[in-house]
């Protein structure tokens, strides 16, 4: 008989979304005349930009010619790709070397699939609330999550409990929900713990391009030693409209290594070649095209003038939240908009609350964990004019 992994049903049934979407389409059908504002989107809505967009053209072009099409690339990004990201890399202070860098169809199957480098009796430290797909994939693994709690109390941003040991780590800065984003003093202490307990961190970073505050890191990279023992993974997602374009890359440094039981050592640069190359074939051409203008002058410019839109609503949110006295995380590095539920309320209890009293949808904190319990996220994804209304209707909430 067929035995199936069983660690499947220890999956917690992900209703986040579906439930969200089921009370607002059951408040739509009772009340037809009713405007609703979605600011619970976590997806860009801005058009890929011109550049992007002019590049992908011709690319599609080459592909109708003989003499330019092009069949199977190199799993791991063509090297136009990977020398643009590098390149990247060197502008904001880090350098790589372009074999380090590993071009994916998008954070999200890369920050799964590395599990596949791993033991399965690792211990995994997660933070709460978190991004749910670190959390799933090593559970569909059968490995050990433990969690940390981010709070108010460390402003969402959990720091090592020396006493705890856990052999890999997760962090993501600027922080999806929280918008919490750690500074280069916090995530070296980071480093140094893991660098003493011989671990692995695994950092996201697909908000990078939203940190205006310049002394904040961009990289995990930008900190001493972290080459000796993370992983970053980053998206053109955020950076630059591709969530439906499908476009990041994955920096694995060729210093990062462990000892094997029979004393050796693995080379983790050369493990994720061999699976990449073994499970992967590579991101279609057209859209690397696409994602290198991202990295050219112009396509840069174009990408931060996308993310100067979203921020003017983060600004929105936020000065609103500090005109009512209500308590939040990000809104300035971030998308995002963290606030504690106004009135003492559970998250999802809020949730009604704002669809059937002002139509505005957010998301509960409820859904990335247990202490999301009392928070709600708004996010800076939707249109100027609809922020506006959205924040106009909340404070209404207050009188
Ligand atoms: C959006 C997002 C990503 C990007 O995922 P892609 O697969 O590249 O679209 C990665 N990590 C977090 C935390 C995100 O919110």
Not at 10 to 39: G, M, Q, T
Not at 327 to 333: A, I, L, M, R
Not at 376 to 394: D, G, Q, S
């Amino acid at each position: 008989m067929t035995r199936l992994n069983e660690n499947y049903l220890n999956l917690k049934e992900s209703y986040l979304f579906s439930e969200i979407a089921k009370r607002v389409n059951k408040f739509a059908e009772e009340h037809p005349d009713k405007d609703i504002i979605r600011l619970g989107i976590g997806d860009v809505t801005l058009p890929l930009s011109k550049s992007v967009i002019s590049e992908l053209h011709k690319a599609v072009d080459e592909m109708a010619d003989a003499k330019t099409f092009k069949g199977y690339g190199p799993e791991q990004g063509y090297d136009f790709l990977r020398n643009a990201i590098k390149d990247y890399y060197h502008r904001n202070g880090v350098e790589l070397e372009a074999d380090e860098i590993f071009v994916s169809d998008g954070a999200k199957s890369d920050t799964g699939n590395i599990t596949d480098l791993f033991a399965v009796d690792n211990t995994v430290l997660v933070p709460d609330p978190v991004y749910p797909v670190y959390v799933d994939t090593n559970t569909m693994n059968g490995r050990n999550i433990i969690y940390m709690n981010s709070t108010p109390e460390n402003n969402f941003l959990a720091m090592p409990d020396e006493s705890v040991h856990a052999d890999i780590i997760y962090l993501c800065s600027p922080n999806n929900p929280t918008g919490a984003a750690y500074n280069k003093e916090q995530l070296k202490i980071w480093v140094d713990y893991a660098k003493k307990n011989n671990s692995i961190i695994l950092f996201d970073s697909a908000y990078e391009c939203f940190i205006t505050d310049e002394s904040l890191p961009r990289s995990i990279f930008a900190i001493e030693g972290a080459k000796d023992c993370c992983i970053e993974f980053c998206s053109l997602s955020k950076t630059a409209g591709f969530t439906g374009t499908r476009c990041g890359y994955t920096v694995v440094p060729k210093t990062l290594r462990f000892k094997t039981t029979d004393g050796g050592e693995l080379y983790l640069n050369k493990m994720w070649l061999r699976r990449q190359t073994t499970k992967f074939n590579g991101v279609p051409y057209i859209i690397q095209r696409g994602a290198a203008a991202v990295f050219t002058v112009e396509g840069m410019n174009e990408a931060k003038a996308m993310i100067a839109t979203y921020r003017e609503n983060a600004k929105i949110i936020a000065d609103t939240m500090d005109e009512l006295g209500v308590k939040y995380f990000g809104g300035v590095n971030s998308p995002y908009i963290w606030f504690e539920c106004p009135f003492g309320m559970y998250s999802w209890d809020f949730f009604d609350k704002m669809l059937n009293e002002i139509q505005v949808v957010g998301t509960p904190g409820a859904g990335f964990g247990r202490n999301g319990d009392n928070y709600f996220r708004l996010t800076a994804f939707n249109n100027k004019e609809n922020t506006i209304n959205a924040m106009n209707r909340f404070k209404t909430l207050f009188e």
